[in-house]
């Protein structure tokens, strides 16, 4: 192959690393930790009656992911992270700092569009998702994130019940719910969906017995 069709082939063969391409910056600069390292959204608080609802955390990540958002990622491609998880366990990118190979990058696309194929991802939805979820944690990014809020329902100085008042979304793992000025506590709920606007987002609030 002459130097014209492989530069040409390069060009061409980038569109389709972008998830490749994307899952090493992720990576880079993450600990191997439950916790992802970087998240830097500010708890949100609302006050009713003098019972405050603060939700804080909610971005742990499972430590097999090495800080990636996979449970928001396969969410968003509609597949269980367990098959985005063993999909991209074959994936073979090219080391940081180097030109990757074109051969290598379409047989690294061929095997994550083989897994993910059957679930209807094609290869411009998968590119289209992992724009979304791209970050570069070793420059303090986070992937997406809106901070949900929430409001205690009190009844004669008693807390019976929750509102979700914006469910936010990127939560990759359930909140604390923190009431102050109440001794009552509470437990959340996800949603995950194809959404971007509402993947990761408050399903629930209740109250514990």
Request: charged content about 15%; glycine content about 8%; proline content about 7%.
């Amino acid at each position: 192959m002459n130097k014209k069709s492989v530069a040409k082939n390069i060009i061409y063969s980038r569109s389709i690393l972008l998830f490749i391409m994307f899952s090493l910056v992720a990576c880079s600069g993450a600990r191997n930790s439950t916790t992802n390292p970087v998240v830097t959204a500010s708890p949100t608080a609302e006050v009713t009656d003098g019972v405050q609802v603060m939700i804080t955390g909610g971005h742990d990540t499972d430590p097999r992911d090495g800080g990636r958002p996979v449970v928001l990622i396969a969410s968003a491609l509609g597949v269980p992270s367990e098959v985005f998880r063993e999909a991209f366990t074959h994936v073979h990118p090219a080391a940081a700092g180097w030109e990757p190979n074109p051969i290598q990058v379409r047989q690294n696309k061929s095997v994550l569009l083989s897994a993910l194929g059957p679930y209807g991802v094609t290869n411009d939805f998968l590119d289209t998702v992992s724009n979304y979820y791209r970050f570069n944690s070793s420059a303090g990014e986070t992937w997406p994130q809106i901070p949900a809020t929430a409001k205690a329902i009190v009844t004669d100085g008693v807390v019976t019940g929750l509102v979700i008042t914006n469910p936010g979304s990127g939560y990759t793992s359930p909140p604390i719910i923190t009431l102050s000025g109440s001794d009552d506590t509470a437990t959340a709920t996800l949603s995950f969906t194809k959404d971007f606007n509402t993947n990761g987002s408050l399903a629930s609030i209740i109250l514990n017995p």
